[in-house]
């Protein structure tokens, strides 16, 4: 085994390593909105929309990742989408693309997550605002949401985690990852798998981190519940 | 002030609700016993529209029931409030949130003075000391005195009772039941559905007597318990009171 080559290469893993950060970041903030979206779409008392919601999340939880990503990566533009290099960078368009496959993706599971978390919550809840004359929307505003997130938001970081690592799918179609950085050095120093032993470490860390992060925060916030 | 007509309700094919019909004055107490799964909680859930009966009508002041307005069914919730049998404090708010978030939210009164009003609830209550106190922090007693003092803040002109004490512990079922005789001796008009036979008979004006799904036998409260007519009455009592 032979690691020398990290000395001579680590830029290359340290950019991957901040394209996938990136990535999963703007997955989650968009997912997060459109999971939100979704999950109130499911939940409502509107038979086609919350039809329609479960069609979308079924389908997006019961296809592959990969297949997604490829379908938008190919389609998009031949559709005639096509998105300039905003901001002078370079790829936006390619970034944009598989950003908007991984929303596609996580939109759905989180969807799932904000549904779970707010039918987590007693219907006791609801049925003691009701009686005291509260509206749907003050309901869910001030008495379900602020309970709900405390279910939402653990499985929100570990859906942040699942996406870190799923993301290494974006080096198929060129996108300069941690992934794609590993194979690129793989050619470059012809070490079969040294260079991919680099990379699991660095996601584990990624990842790794991230989750005790979380069980940190996770932690401040049932002490707050307990008062 | 309220009227209960022909009312219907079933689950599915289960039919839990049976011609109901049953009127309420002002400054009345009236309790409803009867067997478990005779429908006294689903005909109380109605009232408020917590449950949504399948025909006949209930008015309260005049006004209908109605779930095609929504104006109309949180009007007549505000005006008729509820304490259930486990509660339902809200877990995020201290005690005194929990009471004044209505008042403001929702009558849109303003702050101060639904914490003056609050605080004076609390005092009746005999819970001065908890307003800032969270639900996890409170016995079960204590909860319920607060479901109560929450449920009075809106100034219902009704309020409801779903076994407000068979959630308790032995030793705090008293402290409830006798913060609910006070509200009876201040003229409150209350449905209370309960197995506290003993406090039906002392605290309720009428009893009303139900059993699957049908009011079988109304009464002043003492002769119910006494000397009930319906052959049901008397094997309900009888099991229950022995
Ligand atoms: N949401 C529901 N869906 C289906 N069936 C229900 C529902 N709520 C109540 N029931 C059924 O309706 C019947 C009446 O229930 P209800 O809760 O009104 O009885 P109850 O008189 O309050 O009984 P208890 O003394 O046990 O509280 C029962 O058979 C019950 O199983
Ligand atoms: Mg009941």
Redesign the interface.
């Known amino acids: 085994m032979n690691y020398g080559f990290v000395t001579e290469y680590w830029p290359m893993y340290l950019s991957g390593a901040g394209v996938t950060l990136l990535l999963a970041l703007f997955t989650v903030l968009f997912g997060f909105a459109f999971g939100i979206l979704f999950a109130f779409a499911k939940l409502s008392k509107r038979k086609w929309l919350s039809l329609l919601a479960s069609a979308y999340i079924e389908i997006v939880r019961g296809t592959p990742l990969l297949v997604q990503m490829l379908i938008v990566f190919y389609m998009l533009p031949t559709f005639g989408v096509n998105i300039p290099n905003l901001f002078g960078i370079a790829k936006f368009g390619d970034y944009t693309l598989v950003v908007i496959a991984l929303v596609i993706n996580s939109s759905a599971y989180i969807a799932e997550i904000i549904r779970g978390g707010i039918q987590a919550v007693d219907k006791g809840q609801t049925e003691a605002g009701l009686a005291l004359g509260m509206s749907q929307s003050l309901l869910m505003r001030k008495i379900i949401l602020p309970q709900a997130i405390k279910n939402i938001l653990p499985a929100l970081g570990n859906e942040f985690i699942v996406i870190i690592k799923e993301s290494a799918i974006v080096s198929v179609v060129g996108i300069v990852d941690i992934m794609f950085a590993a194979q690129q050095i793989r050619t470059a120093t012809y070490l079969p798998f040294e260079p991919l032993i680099v990379a699991a470490v660095i996601y584990f860390v990624m990842t790794f981190t991230l989750s005790k992060i979380m069980n940190y925060v996770e932690g401040r916030m049932k002490q707050d519940a307990t008062h | 002030m309220l009227h209960i007509k022909d009312v219907n309700k079933s689950f599915g094919k289960h039919h839990v609700l049976k011609d109901i019909n049953f009127h309420v004055e002002q400054g009345e107490v009236v309790a409803i016993i009867g067997p478990s799964g005779s429908g006294k909680s689903t005909a109380l859930r109605c009232l408020?529209?917590?449950e949504v009966h399948d025909s006949g009508t209930i008015t309260l002041d005049g006004e209908v029931l109605t779930h095609d307005n929504?104006m109309v069914l949180?009007?007549i919730?505000?005006k008729?409030?509820?304490v259930?049998q486990?509660f339902?404090?809200?877990?995020?708010m201290t005690v005194l949130e929990n009471i004044t978030?209505?008042p403001i939210?929702?009558?849109n009164i303003d702050k101060e003075q639904a914490t003056q009003q609050a605080l004076e609830l609390l005092a009746r209550v005999g819970l001065s000391d908890k307003a800032q106190a969270?639900p996890?922090?409170l016995s079960g007693g204590q909860k319920q005195r607060v479901a109560i003092a929450?449920?009075l803040a809106?100034e219902p002109e009704v309020l409801l009772f779903d076994e407000p004490t068979s959630a308790l512990d032995p030793e705090m079922v008293n402290e409830v039941l006798q913060v609910m005789q006070e509200l009876a001796e201040q003229g409150m008009t209350m449905i209370v559905v309960t197995h506290e036979m003993g406090f039906a008979k002392e605290v309720a004006n009428r009893i009303v007597f139900m059993a699957d799904g049908e009011i079988v036998e109304v009464a002043a409260a003492k002769k119910l318990i006494e000397q009930p007519q319906t052959k049901r009455a008397q094997a309900f009592l009888a099991n229950v009171l022995k």
């Open positions: 408020n529209g917590l929504a949180q009007d919730r505000m008729m409030g509820m259930f486990n339902h404090l809200f877990p995020h978030f209505s939210y929702v009558k969270y996890s922090q929450r449920a809106m």
